[in-house]
């Protein structure tokens, strides 16, 4: 007991609680030749986040309020650009209220499109996309795929033009085209 006690003089903490057993009253009145191991207490655990917490403020006080000549290098879209998107795809993102039984709340649609078009302008691997924004890898992949989908189903019918699929002349003009902007022909 004389070194567990001494032990925590140095460090200035209160000793834990001791239960009675029988080791414990052995090892107690044993002379001291060694300190005893201390049992972990949970608040000396080191606090997990220092890193997200930084992430978060890059996040939140660089990429949202930055001017917007930086937004655009940052993530290759204007702020219009990107609002007019997010204000389209959102409902794609946000949770409904039974897709999680537990209740976990879902990435913010704002952060899952500044992921997705990081991810896109930049080619970053989606660890390093994941450091940066403050979430895990599987966060930013899911995100990823969520956010492409939402585009894709969002946008096919204004944006993205299919040519008729009866129509040979058409597809041979385009594949044509793909020819010649690759350098093929």
């Known amino acids: 007991m004389k070194a567990i006690s001494l032990l925590f003089i140095n460090n200035l903490a209160p000793p ?3 239960h009675k057993t029988r080791i414990n009253i052995e090892l107690a009145e044993a002379p001291a030749l060694f300190s005893l191991p201390l049992p972990l207490n949970s608040s000396s655990k080191p606090v997990r986040g220092e890193d997200k917490l930084k992430s978060h403020e890059w996040k939140n006080l660089n990429l949202y309020t930055m001017a917007l000549e930086e937004f655009h290098k940052e993530v290759r879209v204007t702020r219009r650009t990107f609002d ?5 795809i959102k409902a794609h993102l946000e949770k409904g209220p039974l897709d999680n039984p537990r209740g976990k709340p ?4 704002k952060d899952q499109l500044s992921m997705y078009l990081y991810f896109v302008s930049t080619g970053s691997p989606l660890r390093m996309i994941g450091q940066l924004f403050g979430y895990g890898i599987h966060t930013v992949s899911d995100s990823v795929r969520r956010v492409a989908l939402a585009i894709i189903a969002e946008f096919q019918t204004e944006y993205i033009q299919l ?6 002349a058409e597809w041979e003009r385009i594949a044509a085209d793909f020819s010649l902007l690759g350098g093929l022909v």
Do not use: S
């Open 84 to 88: 007019f998107r997010l204000r389209h």
């Open 163 to 168: 040519p008729d699929v009866n129509n040979n």
């Open 16 to 18: 834990p609680p001791i």
């Open 106 to 109: 879902r990435t913010p649609a």
